[in-house]
């Protein structure tokens, strides 16, 4: 049974730090390319960094760059998004994806994150 399930998020101010993780379970991660979306009241989904199934390579959105750093841990079957310099509109329900070489794609449930002082 696929599992992905999303930790850390919570209720932080203006220039805060969090870190995300998302733990996977019932395929073989190391084989799957990982990404954390984001999704806020009344916008659609959007990719905030992904990283490589062997974690030699990521990307960001330009809205994250130099904040926020995404991490994986393959024999752990975790992936993490350090998030720092947190902003009012970094405030949202952040998911981790995974997807493989054939396109099968796996989602998390999601976990909160707000960003108000």
């Known amino acids: 049974q696929v599992q992905l399930v999303e930790s850390g998020g919570g209720l932080v101010q203006p220039g805060d730090s969090l870190t995300l993780s998302c733990a996977t379970s019932?395929?073989?991660?190391?084989?799957?390319?990982m990404s954390w979306y984001r999704q806020a009241p009344g916008k659609e989904r959007e990719l905030v960094a992904g990283?490589?199934?062997?974690?030699?390579?990521?990307n960001y959105a330009d809205s994250v760059k130099g904040r926020f750093t995404i991490s994986r841990d393959n024999a752990g079957n975790t992936v993490y998004l350090q998030m720092n310099s947190l902003k009012p509109e970094d405030t949202a329900v952040y998911y981790c994806?995974?997807?493989?070489?054939?396109?099968?794609?796996?989602w998390g449930q999601g976990t909160q994150v707000t960003v108000s002082s």
């Open positions: 019932g395929f073989t991660f190391n084989s799957y390319a």
């Open positions: 990283v490589t199934s062997i974690g030699d390579v990521t």
């Open positions: 994806k995974a997807v493989n070489r054939y396109y099968r794609t796996y």
